[in-house]
């Protein structure tokens, strides 16, 4: 088996209920990929806070802030 497009290092496909009704076309979409990918189907609950947040401007420490050009490193994911 090939590398699939890209998706060789992934192990599942899920799919994020973020409560706004998902269907059941909606599942059976999801897991018909992950079937034919060959890989695990899995339901995660969500929501859209995270959304709202950015949306809003309501920027915590959620947020990597960015000057223009900076560079974007590991280093500023690990500050607490």
Known sequence: ???Q???KNYTRIALVDIGVGLSETHREHAKENARFLHLRYEEIKGSLAF???MLRGWWSEDFIILKPCQEVTQELFLIL
């Open 1 to 3: 088996m090939g590398d």
């Open 51 to 53: 959304f709202e947040k």
């Open 5 to 7: 497009g890209g998706t």
